[in-house]
């Protein structure tokens, strides 16, 4: 019984430390709180965290306690930037944005990028603000939706293709202490317009980093995104993600998130299919060594018929690492003539690796095509062989399989420098084994 | 070139191969027939060095060198090539990309330097050549979707490019018509040379028509148990395994 008595403990400990805080008495937060608090924090019970002791992370490595913000002491970003990549570059430290470092190039004619808190704070909170992400569903996103420090409001106008890329970088200095960020994105993309979004986040210092993100993307009538996460953060980040993309009609989406280090991260991706003839390509590709574990939950709702969605994720999980992945597609009764498919493929590469899947599809239309399918095992034995019959020695062997397997996971995204650059992270760790 | 002593072999606690004797000179053609379950494939994998194998007894010399105590990968940079029965497709590695990693590999081992885009795909225009196969073919992932003839070809262009000194074609007319048949084996002819030596694993006499035989071995129960020149596979098409058998128990 003690985990429930420090469960507790540490949910009133997080709603005590929300009680300090100057947005205390904003209703939205205070609503999300209330949330919070209804739903705690998931023990080893609660079914949607079965596999990922996050509360347990949390109780062991943080103080919840309030304290005065970080001093940074970071000179500079370029580090954690794409190389050769021109982009807008927005960039949080310790879940603070940083004007300093960041760097819009893009003209505000293709692209308005603006302060969410103070468009939050003035009153006139954007309409899809809180509208598809609701906080009564997931502790994270309550929690998050309670304490957010700062986030930004990305407008695409209508029938523009913003060419620069936009990059938001979140670091978190744990140099001289933990490191606490809540941090919140909201883009709405209106019909027509293009946009390639990338995430990403990197740390400094040893300490630990709690993180939590809430992310809301509106793409409308014939818009389309590509929108990439890369998770190579080598501090000790926890981290639990809630991201929700709405399509509209004739919208398309591809999507790709990469998974390579990190203590524990947990991603909550949802994309809701609310138009006809939509697109979505729902990628993700998990490496995984050490003790890193990495925790995919998606969901794709079909909520209107003739739209195609195809969701490939694939993880090789090294050292003690573990992997879960867990995918929901639901396809309402009104959803006909859906093509939903969905793939989680897994390769363990060691004894004390290990992965928990599993597929929910849940089909109320009768006249769609759906399929699914996860498995997970070791190399291909013989396919070893043949390789290494050839004069490929055996590690070549399985660097060469490792990086086959994992490609196809990068066929949606279209910008050919963000492709190299991800296909060099995934070769440079593929061929450390 | 190969020398093989009392080589013995197990798979779990199953004795396959119960003391081989072979021996194999630059510019020859062994032929290596039997019936089914008699080992041949197994002796084909255990020259290859398939893990699968415990070698308990016996050895193996590949140009003076301790054939057994080298890797796959070493023996096939020795030398000695593997022509598989079942060849693997292996997804997202095209065959171009795949040579060119081993033939460079091979390459960097023999000390030789390694071959640039333009003289690789030189190479591999000539080589294409001789078993008939198409560059779109082989710039597709590796095996995947090939017919049966187009994978026996394959092994064969591999075979070209990597000009191996021992040669292995492991039962590789099984699953292959009249015509891919006869591709093939002028493919295995034309790389025919006094400096190498071809081993001819089959169970049928008919892929024999076309790679004649310097010698023919027959293996039974893990032994060969009959030597003799190529009128012996003639003989034992037109009597049958049987005969063989019959002999033995005779004997």
Same mark, same amino acid.
Request: with cysteine; proline share 3%.
């Given at each position: 019984?003690?985990?429930?008595?420090?469960?507790?403990?540490?949910?009133?400990?997080?709603?005590?430390?929300?009680?300090?805080?100057?947005?205390?008495?904003?209703?939205?937060?205070?609503?999300?709180?209330?949330?919070?608090?209804?739903?705690?924090?998931?023990?080893?019970?609660? =079914?949607?965290?079965?596999?990922?002791?996050?509360?347990?992370?949390?109780?062991?490595? $943080?103080?919840?306690?309030?304290?005065?913000?970080?001093?940074?002491?970071?000179?500079?970003?370029?580090?954690?930037?794409?190389?050769?990549?021109?982009?807008?570059?927005?960039?949080?430290?310790?879940?603070?944005?940083?004007?300093?470092?960041?760097?819009?190039?893009?003209?505000?004619?293709?692209?308005?990028?603006?302060?969410?808190?103070?468009?939050?704070?003035?009153?006139?909170?954007?309409?899809? $603000?809180? !509208?598809?992400?609701?906080?009564?569903?997931?502790?994270?996103?309550?929690?998050?939706?309670?304490?957010?420090?700062?986030?930004?409001?990305?407008?695409?106008?209508?029938?523009?293709?913003?060419?620069?890329?936009?990059?938001?970088?979140?670091?978190?200095?744990?140099?001289?202490?933990?490191?606490?960020?809540?941090?919140?994105?909201?883009?709405?993309?209106?019909?027509?317009?293009?946009?390639?979004?990338?995430?990403?986040?990197?740390?400094?210092?040893?300490?630990?980093?709690?993180?939590?993100?809430?992310?809301?993307?509106?793409? !409308?009538?014939?818009?389309?995104?590509?929108? *990439?996460?890369?998770?190579?953060?080598?501090?000790?980040?926890?981290?639990?993600?809630?991201?929700?993309?709405?399509?509209?009609?004739?919208?398309?989406?591809?999507?790709?998130?990469?998974?390579?280090?990190?203590?524990?991260?947990?991603?909550?991706?949802?994309?809701?299919?609310?138009?006809?003839?939509?697109?979505?390509?729902?990628?993700?590709?998990?490496? %995984?060594?050490?003790?890193?574990?990495?925790?995919?939950?998606?969901?794709? @709702?079909?909520?209107?018929?003739?739209?195609?969605?195809?969701?490939?994720?694939?993880?090789?999980?090294?050292?003690?690492?573990?992997?879960? $992945?867990?995918?929901?597609?639901?396809?309402?009764?009104?959803?006909?003539?859906?093509?939903?498919?969905?793939?989680?493929?897994?390769?363990?590469?060691?004894?004390?690796?290990?992965?928990?899947?599993?597929?929910?599809?849940?089909?109320?239309?009768?006249?769609?095509?759906?399929?699914?399918?996860?498995?997970?095992?070791?190399?291909?034995?013989?396919?070893?062989?043949?390789?290494?019959?050839? +004069?490929?020695?055996?590690?070549?062997?399985?660097?060469?399989?490792?990086?086959?397997?994992?490609?196809?996971?990068?066929?949606? &995204?279209?910008?050919?420098?963000?492709?190299?650059?991800?296909?060099?992270?995934?070769?440079?760790?593929?061929?450390?084994? | 070139?190969?020398?093989?002593?009392?080589?013995?072999?197990?798979?779990?606690?199953?004795?396959?191969?119960?003391?081989?004797?072979?021996?194999?000179?630059?510019?020859?053609?062994?032929?290596?027939?039997?019936?089914?379950?008699?080992?041949?494939?197994?002796?084909?994998?255990?020259?290859?060095?398939?893990?699968?194998?415990?070698?308990?007894?016996? =050895?193996?010399? $590949?140009? +003076?060198?301790?054939?057994?105590?080298?890797?796959?990968?070493?023996?096939?940079?020795?030398?000695?090539?593997?022509?598989?029965?079942?060849?693997?497709?292996?997804?997202?590695?095209?065959?171009?990309?795949?040579?060119?990693?081993?033939?460079?590999?091979?390459?960097?081992?023999?000390?030789?330097?390694? %071959? @640039?885009?333009?003289?690789?795909?030189?190479?591999?225009?000539?080589?294409?050549?001789?078993?008939?196969?198409?560059?779109?073919?082989?710039?597709?992932?590796?095996?995947?979707?090939?017919?049966?003839? =187009? !994978?026996?070809?394959?092994? &064969?262009?591999?075979?070209?490019?990597?000009?191996?000194?021992?040669?292995?074609?492991?039962?590789?007319?099984?699953?292959?018509?009249?015509?891919?048949?006869?591709?093939?084996?002028?493919?295995?002819?034309?790389?025919?040379?006094?400096?190498?030596?071809?081993?001819?694993?089959?169970?049928?006499?008919?892929?024999?028509?076309?790679?004649?035989?310097?010698?023919?071995? *027959?293996?039974?129960? +893990?032994?060969?148990?009959?030597?003799?020149?190529?009128?012996?596979?003639?003989?034992?098409?037109?009597?049958?395994?049987?005969?063989?058998?019959?002999?033995?128990?005779?004997?």
């Amino acid at each position: 019984m003690s985990t429930i008595a420090s469960d507790i403990d540490l949910k009133e400990k997080i709603v005590r430390a929300f009680e300090q805080t100057p947005d205390r008495k904003n209703v939205q937060r205070t609503e999300a709180i209330q949330h919070f608090q209804k739903l705690g924090l998931p023990g080893n019970k609660t =079914e949607e965290y079965r596999f990922t002791p996050i509360t347990k992370a949390l109780e062991k490595n $943080f103080s919840f306690n309030q304290s005065s913000p970080i001093e940074t002491k970071i000179k500079s970003i370029d580090q954690f930037l794409i190389p050769n990549l021109e982009a807008n570059i927005i960039v949080f430290i310790n879940g603070t944005y940083s004007p300093d470092f960041s760097k819009i190039i893009s003209p505000e004619s293709e692209i308005k990028i603006s302060d969410l808190r103070k468009a939050v704070n003035q009153n006139e909170a954007p309409i899809y $603000f809180e !509208k598809y992400l609701q906080t009564s569903v997931d502790p994270f996103t309550a929690l998050n939706s309670s304490l957010w420090q700062d986030g930004v409001f990305i407008q695409v106008p209508a029938k523009t293709k913003v060419s620069k890329s936009v990059i938001v970088l979140h670091i978190n200095d744990a140099e001289t202490e933990q490191s606490i960020a809540h941090t919140r994105l909201l883009v709405v993309m209106e019909e027509e317009s293009e946009l390639t979004l990338i995430e990403r986040s990197a740390s400094t210092g040893s300490n630990n980093i709690f993180h939590t993100f809430a992310e809301e993307i509106v793409v !409308k009538e014939k818009a389309s995104l590509d929108y *990439v996460k890369i998770q190579n953060d080598e501090g000790k980040l926890h981290q639990v993600a809630n991201s929700m993309i709405h399509q509209s009609n004739n919208s398309k989406l591809n999507t790709f998130t990469l998974t390579m280090n990190g203590s524990l991260i947990r991603n909550n991706f949802s994309i809701a299919i609310d138009g006809e003839n939509c697109e979505s390509h729902f990628h993700g590709l998990y490496l %995984l060594n050490g003790n890193t574990l990495a925790d995919n939950h998606t969901v794709v @709702d079909h909520l209107k018929p003739n739209s195609f969605s195809n969701e490939l994720y694939k993880g090789v999980m090294d050292g003690n690492s573990k992997g879960v $992945f867990n995918g929901k597609i639901f396809v309402r009764p009104y959803a006909q003539k859906t093509n939903a498919f969905q793939s989680n493929r897994n390769i363990l590469l060691t004894d004390t690796a290990a992965i928990n899947t599993k597929p929910q599809l849940e089909i109320w239309a009768d006249d769609v095509k759906c399929s699914h399918g996860c498995t997970s095992g070791q190399l291909d034995e013989e396919a070893l062989f043949y390789l290494r019959s050839r +004069g490929i020695s055996l590690n070549e062997a399985k660097a060469m399989l490792l990086y086959a397997f994992a490609l196809d996971t990068l066929e949606a &995204i279209k910008d050919p420098i963000l492709k190299t650059y991800l296909d060099s992270l995934i070769s440079k760790r593929l061929n450390k084994f | 070139m190969l020398s093989v002593k009392n080589l013995k072999a197990k798979i779990g606690e199953k004795q396959i191969l119960n003391g081989i004797d072979l021996q194999v000179k630059a510019g020859e053609v062994h032929a290596i027939m039997g019936p089914n379950g008699s080992g041949k494939s197994t002796l084909a994998s255990v020259l290859a060095g398939r893990e699968d194998y415990e070698v308990t007894e016996g =050895e193996v010399l $590949f140009e +003076g060198k301790n054939l057994l105590e080298l890797e796959p990968n070493e023996r096939a940079c020795e030398g000695i090539f593997l022509a598989f029965q079942y060849p693997v497709e292996i997804p997202g590695v095209s065959t171009v990309n795949f040579m060119k990693t081993a033939l460079n590999k091979i390459r960097e081992y023999r000390g030789q330097p390694s %071959l @640039d885009a333009v003289a690789f795909l030189q190479l591999m225009k000539e080589k294409m050549k001789l078993v008939e196969i198409d560059q779109s073919l082989l710039s597709r992932s590796l095996n995947e979707g090939f017919s049966g003839g =187009e !994978k026996k070809r394959n092994e &064969i262009f591999q075979m070209a490019m990597l000009e191996p000194k021992l040669s292995i074609l492991d039962e590789t007319d099984s699953g292959l018509d009249i015509d891919a048949l006869r591709i093939v084996a002028n493919g295995v002819n034309k790389l025919r040379s006094k400096n190498n030596a071809t081993i001819v694993v089959t169970h049928y006499q008919r892929l024999l028509e076309y790679i004649v035989p310097d010698y023919v071995h *027959v293996l039974y129960k +893990g032994k060969i148990v009959k030597s003799g020149g190529k009128e012996l596979a003639m003989e034992l098409e037109a009597k049958g395994y049987d005969w063989i058998k019959n002999e033995l128990a005779l004997a």
